[in-house]
Each structure stands twice: as structure tokens, then as C-alpha cells.
């Protein structure tokens, strides 16, 4: 067997006997395909990678001496000018070929992928045995022991970020089960690789204390600190910020990601940040927030609901949060209110923030972050960031061009202020760290169709929204159509809310046509029952409570792999579905259709009410039903 090594020194063993690879420039153009083991690498790339300026003529005769060396190296009973089977030709390029048990990248990456997928579903324990092991294959800086220049090529640095990405992730599984004695040697090696990475350095800080280490963990805050200031000019962030404030007050151990509120169980002009003038260091009146649109969306806190109703455990779940997290400690604090398409998280988040106006006296800011939006792409962090400073009075000419400037200006102008920002719809936690606020007082309220168990390892509540009880589900009807009209027919309008799925957008959508047509209401219950199984009566195209658009902003974010499983998933008999039960609608092996499971339950497209058993939404499973008749037709999927 052939053991190739990239993430760490470039090395190759044939059974136990170590290989020399020859001359350094050899030995790079090995560790770049190793880099892209399974796709092509373009001769042009190669040529880049080994004359990082302008190559000589003779460069491409010198690529396929390496190549001819490196391929009677690796295959040394292979024939003259056979092809072989480890480095290929392809047009324009090669290919290295390698089983993904024989490189350490591709271990890595499966590892970590599983380590995903068990966080994004709540098994902590899991997540963080598979990204321990994951970081298990990683020995030092990427492609050791090849020409400096080459080392600087995008695709070495890009796994130097992938292997920082996991060593966050792995601490945040790791403080949650207690396991941050195993993350720690590599959390050290990782911190070391970037000393500016706060989101990193936070974890550091509570690992080490974890460890009982506090001492340490007060120290590497410390410097990390300062090297912001000499570096960047900028203070500490959110995460750094509330690490510290855990380690002060030696609150670190086993972390927990708070309470559930499960559904079903339970019954004047707002005025923003400094003035302008204050970016100069002059006092001013806190002016109003424009009422302008930006690009990552309105600032100004959009109106609730005309009439609110349901939703008192949740509402009151956000109050006691903000009170333990930081309305009283007064550190920066963080909510993530998630679920399904269409559940109500804006809703909710919107109507508490009116609710709470008085715990922020110094305001509200929103930002639609754009995660879900079926017909765009998600915003970008610095774009958010110039939304939200164009919120606080920051002229455009005046905004600074880096990004960690603009973080660094947002975090002065929250400074000492109590304002709440709701992060609405965000794609993903790289997204929300800049937005996320350093100030002692504030709150980020963050809504996503998306788990982010990066946000809730790093001190964010979850407070996981499910459709609402029956009794709430029609109270909101009929607060949509006129309590008059539900009591004048109060069976068909149970028939209603009991064929909406109690989802919240399928009332909406309902209630549109009732108030647009004066539809008897047992006309619309009887209209449901014939179109059921599918999303027709729950359609509004162009506006706002179509539900087959909201669940298709979930569903195009899916892998290929998982959206095949969505589609299949109206076959599974019976409403316990399982990783052997999926299996057999998938043909794959059990173990890859549980990571596919994952990722549909990463996405709120299935729920897993105990591990290993999930469930399908009626409308979902409709939903599904019509994806698979468009693959079946070979339309658009």
C-alpha cells in the first residue's frame, strides 16, 4: 500500500519504506497534485507553481521529466511509456489518482465532513471524536520540505485555512462534551499558524481554561489583544470579548447550548449610534436611523405582524435569555432563534425586538443577511458592514476599504451603547462573525434556517422554533382573516390549520385567499383536501407567503447527493425514518445515508426528534413529491 502525506512535510511510503521525492521542485509539483488529489491539475498551474514569475521555454519538457520521474517512483514495475495508474494524463493537465484512504488530506476531509454533519445535528460526543481525528492527520505547516515561493501557491494556503476551520470547529465540539483536553495540542498549533484569528483565539482562551489552565487562558487573551491593537488598530471582538469574561469569572467547564422551547408543550423613532462627527473623536447627538435601503438590506427595524398572537413560552424564553446572558452580566450577548421555512423566526425576532425597545435604549438595528433567498446569493460580511455603518450615520466616502476596518469602526460605534442588531436569515457563522457586537449591553439576534453550532459553542442560546399548537395555529387564522369568520365556521377552520401543517407562511398563503375572494372558509377546507400532497393552495407567486419559494430557498443550497435523498423521501413508508430505513430508498451504504440525513436536518428539510430518527413536514414531504416529478421529467430540480 502507498501512504501519501501533504498536510505537514511532503512525504510518500511504499509499505514501511519512505520514498525520496528528488529535487525540491519535483517534490512540489507532487505535493500540488496531491493537493487536488482527484481532479486535474492544468499544465499551466504546474508551470505557476514552479516559476512563480515567467517561466522559461524549456519549463514544459521539465514538467514531464518530473512527471516520467515521479511515475517510475511511485509505479517502479510499471513498463516504458505505459500510462500507469497513479499519474494520469488528462487534457490539458494531470491527475494524481489515490484512494481516499491513502492520503492524509482526503482522511481529513472525510473526518471532518462527518464532524459537520454530527454538530450540525447536535451529537457533540461525535463531532468531536471524528474532528480530533481529523486534525489527528495533520503534522505541521502544509507542503513542508518544497521551495518557499511554491508554498506561497493559493491552493497550500487554502488548506492551511481549511485545517484552521476545523480546528475551530473541533474546539467548539470539544468544550461542549468536555473533551478540550484533546483539542488543545492542536488548537496551540492552529492559534500559532495566525495570531489575528479572534474567532481561534477564543477558543484557545476557553479551552485552556477548561483545562483548568486559567492562568494561561488570561495570557493568551492578553497578547492576542495586543497584537490587534499593534497590528490592526482594533479592540477585541464579540467572541474574544465574552471568552475573557467567561475565563474572569471562572465560568468555563463543560459548556451547554441552553434550553429548548419545544413547540406543542407549551402554551417612538428608534435613534442609533453616534453622530457622524464621533468617527473624528467629537461628541454629537446620537442622531436617527436613516430610513434608507442598502444592498444586505433595510437597517431600520422593519413593523411586526399587525397582530401578533401564540408564541408566549418563546417570547418570554428571549426575555430570560437576554436578562441571564446580558441584560444583567453586561457582557455582549448572542440568540439564535432556528427552524423550518416559513415557521415564523423573523416574526418572532422582529416582535420581540419591538417589545424589548426599552432594554436597548440605544436602539435597533437589521440587516437581511440573505441566507435562504431563492433567487440570490447571501450578503457578504463587508457589505452587511457598510449597510449597517450607513445606518449609524457613517458617510460611504468615509468608510474604510478593509474588511477588518470596518469591523474595527462598527465595534468603536457600539462602544459603550445598548443597541439590539437582528441578523436576519444568515447563510452561516462566517458570515455573522463581524456583525456580531463587542459592546457590553448589546444583543445579536440571529435568525437561520441553518444550524450553526460554531455560534452556540461560542456562547450564542438556540431557541429552536417548530410549527405552533393547534390552538395557536388557528388563533393566528384567525388573526389573519377576522376571528368572526373562524367563529361563524369553526370546523372547517381546524380542517384549515390541520392541512397548513400549522406552519405559519401556509396560513398566510391561505388567509391571502380568503380575504382576497371573501372564500367561504369550508370552500377553502374542501379546495385543501382535493389538492392534497400538493403546494397549489399554498402558492402566491410574487408575494410574500409563497411557500413552495421559501422552501426552495432550503432546498438549492442542498449537495446533489442530498437533494437525490430529499426526492425520495415521499417513498419511505411510515413516519420514523432512519439511516437503514433511507438506505434502502438510496441504494448507498447505511453510513453515507446517515451524513446525508445530517445535512437535510442541517438544513431544518427534515427534523431528527431522537438520534438516528427523523421526520418529514406534510408540506415538506409535498414539496419533495414535486421535486422528484420534475427530476422524473427531467426538468429543473
Known amino acids: 500500500m502507498t501512504r501519501f502525506e501533504v498536510l505537514g512535510p511532503v512525504r510518500v511510503w511504499r509499505q514501511d519504506a519512505e520514498l525520496d521525492l528528488g529535487f525540491p521542485q519535483q517534490r512540489a509539483l507532487l505535493a500540488l497534485l496531491l493537493a487536488c488529489a482527484g481532479r486535474p491539475v492544468p499544465t499551466g498551474e504546474l508551470l505557476a507553481l514552479l516559476w512563480p514569475g515567467r517561466p522559461p521555454a524549456s519549463a514544459p519538457n521539465v514538467v514531464r521529466r518530473y512527471i516520467g520521474a ?80 511554491a508554498r506561497e501557491h493559493v491552493q497550500f494556503t487554502a488548506l492551511g485555512r481549511e485545517l484552521l476551520e476545523t480546528a475551530r470547529l473541533a474546539a467548539d465540539a470539544a468544550l461542549l462534551c468536555g473533551r478540550a483536553a484533546q483539542v488543545l495540542p492542536a488548537l496551540r498549533r492552529a492559534a500559532a499558524l495566525d495570531p489575528l484569528d479572534e474567532p481561534l483565539h477564543a477558543r484557545l482562551v476557553l479551552s485552556l481554561a477548561a483545562c483548568g489552565l486559567q492562568a494561561e487562558a488570561l495570557a493568551a487573551y492578553e497578547e492576542v489583544r495586543r497584537r490587534l491593537a499593534a497590528d490592526l488598530g482594533t479592540t477585541p471582538g464579540a467572541e474574544l470579548v465574552a471568552a475573557h469574561t467567561r475565563v474572569l469569572r471562572q465560568d468555563v467547564g463543560r459548556l451547554t447550548a441552553g434550553p429548548r422551547v419545544r413547540l406543542g408543550r407549551q402554551a417612538p423613532a428608534v435613534r442609533v449610534g453616534p453622530d457622524p462627527r ?55 450577548a448572542a440568540v439564535l432563534v432556528g427552524g423550518m421555512a416559513g415557521v415564523g423566526k ?113 456562547g450564542a442560546r438556540p431557541l429552536r422554533l417548530e410549527p405552533p399548537p393547534a390552538e395557536d395555529a388557528r388563533a393566528m387564522l384567525a388573526g389573519m382573516i ?56 399554498f402558492a402566491d407567486p410574487g408575494g410574500t407567503a409563497d411557500v413552495r419559494a421559501a422552501f426552495l430557498g432550503s432546498y438549492r443550497l442542498l449537495s446533489p447527493e442530498a437533494a437525490r435523498l430529499f426526492r425520495l423521501l415521499p417513498r419511505h413508508l411510515g413516519t420514523d425514518i432512519t439511516p437503514a430505513s433511507a438506505a434502502t430508498l438510496t441504494g448507498l451504504p447505511v453510513r453515507g445515508t446517515r451524513r446525508l440525513l445530517g445535512e437535510l436536518a442541517e438544513a431544518h428539510l427534515i427534523t431528527e426528534h431522537a438520534p438516528g430518527h427523523h421526520t418529514l413536514h406534510d408540506l415538506l414531504r409535498a414539496f419533495a413529491a414535486e421535486r422528484a416529478e420534475g427530476a422524473g421529467r427531467g426538468g429543473c430540480v
Open 70 to 149: 515521479l511515475r517510475r517512483l511511485l509505479e517502479p514495475e510499471l513498463p516504458p511509456r505505459a500510462p500507469g495508474r497513479r499519474l494520469l494524463r488528462h487534457p490539458g493537465g494531470h491527475l494524481l489518482e489515490a484512494a481516499p484512504d491513502e492520503v492524509d488530506l482526503l482522511r481529513f476531509r472525510e473526518l471532518t465532513r462527518q464532524g459537520k454533519r454530527a454538530a450540525a445535528t447536535g451529537r457533540a460526543e461525535t463531532a468531536a471524536l471524528r474532528l480530533i481525528g481529523a486534525l489527528g492527520e495533520w503534522r505541521g505547516p502544509v507542503a513542508m520540505g518544497i521551495p518557499a515561493a
Open 482 to 537: 377576522g376571528d368572526d369568520r373562524t367563529a361563524a365556521e369553526p370546523l372547517a377552520a381546524d380542517e384549515i390549520v390541520a392541512r397548513s401543517g400549522r406552519l405559519p407562511l401556509a396560513l398566510a398563503a391561505v388567509a391571502g385567499r380568503a380575504a382576497d375572494r371573501r372564500m367561504p372558509l369550508t370552500g377553502l377546507a374542501a379546495h385543501l383536501r382535493a389538492t392534497r400532497g400538493t403546494l397549489e393552495a
Open 346 to 458: 423573523t416574526a418572532l425576532a422582529v416582535h420581540w425586538a419591538h417589545r424589548a425597545t426599552g432594554r436597548f435604549p440605544d436602539g435597533h438595528l437589521h440587516v437581511a443577511l440573505r441566507g435562504s433567498d431563492p433567487a440570490g446569493t447571501a450578503a457578504q460580511p463587508e457589505e452587511a458592514l457598510r449597510t449597517v455603518l450607513a445606518a449609524l450615520g457613517v458617510p460611504t466616502a468615509r468608510m474604510p476599504a478593509a474588511p477588518a476596518a470596518l469591523t474595527g469602526l462598527y465595534r468603536t460605534l457600539l462602544a459603550g451603547r445598548r443597541v439590539l442588531v437582528v441578523l436576519d436569515d444568515a447563510a452561516g457563522t462566517e458570515q455573522l462573525r463581524p456583525l456580531l457586537p463587542a459592546a457590553p449591553g448589546c444583543l445579536a439576534l440571529v435568525t437561520s434556517r441553518h444550524a450553526l453550532p460554531g455560534l452556540i459553542a461560542s
Open 278 to 332: 464621533d468617527v473624528d473623536g467629537r461628541s454629537g447627538a446620537a442622531p436617527a436611523v436613516p430610513d434608507r435601503t442598502a444592498s444586505a438590506g433595510h437597517a431600520r427595524l422593519p413593523s411586526g405582524p399587525a397582530r401578533f398572537t401564540g408564541r408566549t413560552a418563546e417570547l418570554e424564553w428571549l426575555t430570560a435569555a437576554w436578562d441571564a446572558a446580558g441584560g444583567s452580566a453586561g457582557t455582549p
